[in-house]
């Protein structure tokens, strides 16, 4: 038996071996199965038992036999970490609520630090090894084939077993994002029942882990055991890997596509071969023939200088997200060797071209098929327990596009399979690279090995991913750059897998003796700061260049999801349950934020007010960071929202909730980030359009109105205005004189028009008449303090407002009007989709949300509601309407089914008793 890879980052010497990045089709789903690949392939998913070796103390030999007894281990299904195999088992109360974790053995390393830097306590359970053991039926007919085990994810080390014999041991499988890949012909029996046993052992210190970093706490088995999918499929003499097509356009009219294919080959005899790798790329066929010595892998590659038919004109071009089609071409590409399929791979590609420069300011810009892009995104985090649930993945994609963002980061959590795909789908880009703050960055601590499994992850990962057209960059390092030494053997590896997008030294600005200045930042802020922070700073983290990471703070859950993660006794007031769901080291509780609002709104004396508050904070907050780079972009070239989602319930860092709950933060995002948005700027007065899509918008009009606390009108205009494709263009300026009145608050009202008078975009702010006085001197890396904080008491004595709402529901869509009749400013109005008995419907996601209705004002807003939800609530559903000054209404109302020619039910609001 053999492990292969790359043999340019060989780690045991006396072995063969080599790391493969398979894109294994079948593991994608049936839809995506039937496309793969003719020869056999079997996920080995199911029907997996679990357990500790400290109670078993097994002898692999023994335990990857037949009569291995396994009475009293866990059933499992794979991929899963110890720890998750568990909670499935029920072993442990929900891990995730309150702080269940900490009563789980092995959870007693300090509240706060980084677990991946300790030791296991010397008392866990998971300072043993586990087993992985499952018994798999491979057909007779596959007798006299090539079969290969591959492996996608194994944290960290492993022994492994198969029908009594050793495949591989812990020196040669160690690494958490390398994926493996073993010749068992010689050890499996076909007809008859195999049986794998896999020993995993959690990583040390010292070793290149899964680490969670300050976003929650880590589970104490540190995500030990088999965290990627396992499969098991056969070729023939000569193996086909990691097939991909690169494109190059000629010019910028993108009518001529100049694509390059590649793959790896891989003869598995002892003998030399001669054959031919011949497929087809987006339905042109290509084929050479191959000579391979007796066990060699070689990269295969096809250029439009030697294949001319790769010259494509009039090309379906792939786009991100929003600014056009996506289209996916197929690429497939098979070795005949003496007239048979010895092995045939399929893949999917778009036809673009990514590339970065850096501007005349030193700012990393981004282009997609030649044109600028803004980046606008945000930071990605898995399931704390790796937890892989397509469902959940597909809606937090629905979520991010509508949120009109285009880029997900990636630090460290290298995704499924599926996820990529997704991205590829719809249009997303996405940044990849290695993680912080533990051994992955503790360079001076490597040894020769370290830089081994080093350069072997980022080989598997890089030939997992680089076919997929959503990956636009990848970081070599995060809160660092790597020395010079590991630099440069990640770019020979960047280089020899053929990556075709930009590579970054790390997330941070400090350039490197190799590739010199990285044309990012990693400036901060990630607690709270307020609004015009982003507009005023110039030197941290405001809206110029391109910033990593970075965030206006703590997103605080809606009280329904506090209610799910908190004990009812720890719900309010805050207490340390609270802070043990905020962030780790220097985010471990969220007193920057409560005493900012304290500050500025007022002191929040009830679960319910302080919540309603917050929501608003989080809009106001979101919204200004990202206006603010769209404003001034490409001055500003991109923004990392620090994050978009969460690995267990938080008070922190999301635009979402664990339980995909849409709240402030969401919406704020969502407004900001309008392909077609008018915006006012807190350090000038000015008001911009901002287009974010390559369509010029001409014959526009933008219209202000400013107030005082009182609605008394202090400025109007209307201004005409053509704004040109991906542009950000002023309108007018709003007098300063204007802000000057006796008021301690300002309302700024804003719409933009079409040439039919029909509005594209609405905004609205509450402005102080004295912005924040920020303490630069006193900045540190998680946010900029207010020496004089900015006053929006006035907000909590608002004349009371009265809302008047009807709803209708059609299919999937529920359709809401609501009026102002009062004289009063509504103020932040939200809308919330509940069942019949109350409990709010997660995954909705509304037009609009978080609102301002003058008064006479009247608003229509659509709320989708996904179909699985819409078979939950067949016995009706309430809207319920809420805002800072305006009595609570719910809205009862039947679910009726979307026939052409049926009356919709349509119900009028009741206030609540």
């Not at 900001?672 to 000015?686: G, K, N, P, R």
């Amino acid at each position: 038996m053999t492990l292969r890879t790359r043999t340019t980052n060989c780690l045991i010497h006396r072995s063969r071996l080599i790391i493969l990045g398979v894109w294994l089709a079948a593991s994608h789903g049936p839809a995506r199965a039937a496309a793969s690949n003719p020869l056999s392939e079997v996920l080995l998913k199911s029907g997996w038992a679990v357990q500790s070796d400290c109670k078993v103390h097994g002898v692999g030999a023994e335990l990857s036999m037949p009569n291995a007894r396994t009475e009293g281990w866990y059933p499992a299904s794979v991929p899963a970490t110890v720890l998750a195999v568990q909670v499935a088992a029920g072993e442990f109360r929900d891990p995730f609520v309150g702080t269940n974790l900490r009563s789980i053995p092995g959870t007693s390393y300090p509240l706060g630090e980084n677990f991946s830097n300790l030791d296991m306590p010397a008392d866990s359970p998971y300072r043993c090894g586990w087993w992985y053991r499952k018994t798999f039926h491979v057909a007779a007919t596959e007798r006299g084939k090539t079969i290969w085990l591959h492996f996608g994810g194994i944290n960290y080390r492993a022994d492994i077993w198969l029908n009594g014999r050793k495949i591989a041991d812990s020196d040669q499988v160690q690494g958490a994002y390398r994926t493996y890949e073993f010749d068992v012909t010689k050890a499996i029996k076909p007809g008859e029942e195999n049986v794998l046993a896999v020993e995993t052992f959690a990583p040390t210190p010292t070793d290149l882990g899964i680490n969670w970093v300050d976003w929650n706490p880590c589970p104490p088995d540190k995500d030990m055991g088999l965290w990627g999918a396992l499969s098991l499929r056969t070729s023939g003499p000569v193996a086909v890997r990691s097939p991909m097509a690169t494109t190059h356009f000629k010019d910028a009219s993108l009518q001529t596509a100049e694509l390059t294919v590649r793959a790896e080959v891989n003869n598995a005899t002892d003998h030399p071969v001669e054959g031919r790798l011949e497929g087809t790329v987006a339905g042109i066929p290509i084929s050479q023939p191959v000579r391979l010595a007796a066990g060699e892998e070689r990269t295969i590659s096809f250029a439009p200088s030697d294949f001319p038919q790769l010259r494509i004109e009039h090309p379906q071009v792939w786009w991100p997200v929003d600014q056009g089609a996506h289209p996916l071409q197929t690429l497939t590409l098979r070795f005949v060797l003496n007239g048979s399929v010895s092995d045939e791979q399929t893949s999917r590609f778009g036809i673009r071209e990514v590339n970065s420069e850096l501007t005349a300011k030193g700012y990393r810009l981004f282009r997609v098929n030649q044109r600028p892009i803004l980046i606008r995104g945000a930071g990605w985090s898995q399931d704390m327990l790796l937890r892989q649930q397509p469902e959940r993945l597909a809606e937090e994609f629905r979520m991010v596009h509508d949120m009109h963002l285009n880029t997900i980061r990636l630090e460290g959590k290298m995704e499924t399979d599926e996820f990529f795909h997704l991205a590829d789908e719809q249009g997303f880009l996405v940044i990849a690279g290695w993680c912080c703050c533990d051994h992955w960055e503790h360079w001076d601590k490597w040894t020769p090995d370290t830089l081994n499994v080093a350069t072997a992850s980022l080989t598997s990962q890089i030939l997992r991913i680089r076919s997929h057209p959503s990956l636009i960059a990848w970081f070599n390092g995060s809160d660092n750059p790597p020395p010079a030494n590991v630099e440069t053997a990640y770019l020979k590896v960047l280089e020899q897998t053929n990556w075709p997008n930009a590579i970054v030294s790390s997330a941070s600005a400090a350039p490197t003796t190799v590739s010199g200045p990285s044309g990012v930042k990693m400036t901060g802020p990630y607690d709270f700061v307020a609004p015009s922070y982003w507009l005023v700073d110039t030197k941290y983290g405001g809206a110029y260049g391109f910033n990593t990471e970075t965030s206006p703070g703590p997103a605080i859950p809606s009280l329904q999801s506090l209610k799910k993660m908190l004990p009812p006794d720890h719900q309010w007031p805050q207490d340390a349950v609270w802070g043990y769901h905020a962030g780790g080291e220097g985010f471990q509780d969220i007193h920057v934020f409560n005493d900012a609002m304290s500050a500025t709104y007022g002191e929040a004396k009830t679960a319910a007010r302080y919540n309603q508050v917050a929501q608003s904070m989080a809009f106001d907050g979101e919204r200004a960071m990202f206006e603010a780079y769209g404003r001034n972009k490409y001055n500003a070239t991109g923004v990392i929202q620090w994050m978009l989602n969460n690995a267990w319930p938080s008070s922190i860092w999301h635009l979402y909730d664990y339980y995909l709950d849409a709240a402030g933060g969401y919406y704020g995002t969502k407004k900001a980030c309008e392909f077609l948005h008018v915006q006012y700027s807190y350090d000038d007065h000015s008001v911009y359009v901002v287009n974010s899509i390559y369509k010029a918008a001409p014959g526009l009009t933008a219209v202000a109105h400013v107030y005082d606390i009182n609605l008394k009108e202090l400025f109007n205009k209307s201004t005409p205005l053509d704004v040109g494709p991906d542009s950000s263009t002023k309108a007018f300026d709003i007098p300063q004189e204007v802000f000057q009145t006796s008021s301690t608050v300002y309302f700024v009202q804003l719409e933009l028009k079409n040439a039919k008078d029909m509005v594209e975009s609405r905004n609205f702010y509450w402005v102080p008449a004295k912005l924040t006085e920020f303490d630069w001197a006193k900045t540190t890396y998680t946010h900029t303090p207010a020496k004089i904080s900015e006053d929006m008491t006035a907000l909590q004595s608002l004349a009371p407002s009265r809302i008047i709402a009807t709803a209708r529901s059609a299919g999937t869509m529920v359709h809401l009007h609501v009026s102002n009749p009062s004289k009063a400013l509504a103020f932040q109005v939200a809308a919330e989709l509940d069942d019949a008995q109350g409990a709010k419907l997660p995954r909705i996601t509304w037009s609009d949300n978080y609102i301002e209705l003058m008064p006479g004002e009247e608003r229509d807003l659509t709320a989708l509601l996904p179909s699985d939800i819409l078979s939950r609530v067949e016995s009706g559903l309430k809207v319920k309407i809420e805002g800072w000054n305006v009595e609570p209404v719910t809205i009862s109302s039947k679910v009726t089914p979307e026939k052409s020619g049926s009356p919709l039910l349509v119900t009028k609001a009741t206030q609540d008793q």
